[in-house]
């Protein structure tokens, strides 16, 4: 395949409720819209405002490409964060598993590692609970399932090969397996442009 350099691609999660972080802009005046368009009110409304604030700040920080948080209902504030970011790929996707398969934190379980099909391309898929490390929610122990795609061709404009990072997280560990669902449901979506 002829090397692409001037490719982009979408995320469409594979579930409703989800709310997309605007790339710029008020965070704080963000949250409000969020939570009008979602009819919140009363201590609902104020909470789930917080959440949306506090989780698009630290989303924000880096940032990623795309970023969401998933609201299916407002009552229940915020379940799940999204993240999807571009990747250098410097390193083929079976030393990237090797490396992935040697971290593991502390009283932890290893993470789960695979090399999985995609339709953009061949993923390393990683599953992970580890503890929050700093930001909202320090010392929490949070569920993740990250997609590292490396969609055939695709190159950086200096010809390093790329790839697209796709991160979900939770904290709500007893739902972890309909939740890894999810990001895996999502991330058979990524759509490659150009």
Do not use: I, K
């Amino acid at each position: 395949m002829a090397p692409v350099t001037g490719w982009g691609y979408s995320v469409e999660p594979s579930d409703g409720g989800w709310v997309w972080l605007p790339r710029s802009g008020s965070v704080a005046g963000w949250a409000r819209e969020v939570c009008a368009d979602l009819g919140a009110r009363g201590r609902d409304a104020a909470r789930l405002r917080a959440q949306l604030r506090l989780l698009g700040a630290a989303l924000r920080e880096g940032p990623p490409d795309l970023a969401a948080l998933w609201v299916p209902d407002p009552a229940h504030g915020v379940l799940a964060t999204l993240r999807a970011d571009r990747y250098r790929l410097t390193t083929g996707l079976p030393g990237l598993a090797d490396e992935e398969r040697a971290t593991a934190g502390r009283g932890l379980a290893p993470p789960a590692v695979d090399l999985v099909p995609l339709p953009a391309g061949p993923a390393l898929r990683v599953r992970r609970v580890a503890r929050q490390a700093a930001g909202p929610g320090r010392g929490l122990l949070v569920e993740s399932v990250s997609h590292l795609v490396a969609p055939p061709g695709a190159v950086e404009a200096d010809g390093v090969p790329g790839g697209v990072e796709l991160v979900m997280a939770w904290t709500l560990l007893h739902e972890g397996d309909q939740l890894a669902d999810m990001a895996d449901r999502t991330a058979a979506g990524l759509r490659l442009s150009g």
